[in-house]
């Protein structure tokens, strides 16, 4: 079946140091969401790529779809003790069957904050 | 409230018993999804209900699994003759529509025990 598959599983990272994750595909994706779980939250959505090789920014946050759309990654700049949780990565598939309005989710990155 | 409302929160029981879980979509969301996430991974795709279409049911682990969606109101999520490893919370979640590029919004998830 479709999967995307998410590395790294963990992140410890300093506060004031620089994080990143990333999702990769062995299909092109149409298009690629992300989200964010608090420790006891549900997934929260932070945004969506459509574009080849688009790029979008949210204040310290950084979102990447890459060229062929089969990979993106988030980067996080000087993380903060309020960026801890778990990032996941969710693809949609090209339209058709019944995969068409699935999103399949990454396994996520659970990034600890060390203050 | 205008979100996505899950219930119970809570729910223990003994295995063997079976077990219904409710979902209040978003008002005007069409689509509306099941997933089921273990303790510290991922979130695993069991269905999906895109208005009167026939329900996506690939990711239902198995025939004690079932759910049902009257139109585009309330889901009910049946797990038969509970196993102990079916311990997990169960998130909801709605979009506006079914093609893959609508935001998610989730519920906060029944976190079922079984004993």
């Known amino acids: 079946g479709q999967q995307v598959m998410q590395i790294p599983q963990y992140q410890h990272v300093q506060e004031g140091e620089d994080f990143t994750t990333y999702c990769n595909s062995s299909?092109?994706?149409?298009?690629i969401q992300w989200y964010k779980q608090r420790p006891g939250g549900h997934p929260v959505f932070l945004i969506q790529?459509?574009?080849?090789?688009e790029v979008k920014k949210q204040k310290r946050l950084t979102f990447q779809f890459g060229e062929a759309k089969k990979n993106s990654s988030l980067h996080i700049t000087a993380t903060q003790t309020t960026d801890v949780g778990t990032y996941f990565c969710a693809g949609s598939f090209n339209a058709g069957g019944t995969s068409y309005g699935k999103l399949t989710f990454g396994q996520g990155t659970i990034l600890t904050v060390h203050p | 409230g205008a979100g996505v409302s899950q219930s119970p929160s809570n729910k223990v029981t003994e295995k063997g018993k079976d077990v219904e879980l409710r979902c209040d979509p978003i008002s005007g969301h069409t689509a509306l999804y099941w997933y089921r996430q273990r303790l510290g991974q991922g979130l695993e795709f069991l269905i999906y209900?895109?208005?009167?279409?026939?329900?996506?049911k690939s990711g239902l682990p198995s025939d004690r699994f079932s759910a049902e969606r009257t139109g585009e109101s309330v889901s009910t999520l049946t797990i038969q003759r509970t196993q102990q490893e079916d311990s997990a919370v169960y998130l909801c979640?709605?979009?506006?529509?079914?093609?893959?590029?609508?935001?998610?919004?989730f519920g906060d998830g029944t976190r079922l025990s079984i004993l």
């Open positions: 790529l459509v574009k080849s090789g």
């Open positions: 979640a709605s979009s506006r529509i079914s093609t893959g590029d609508q935001p998610q919004h």
């Open positions: 299909t092109t994706l149409s298009n």
């Open positions: 209900f895109q208005g009167n279409s026939a329900p996506d």
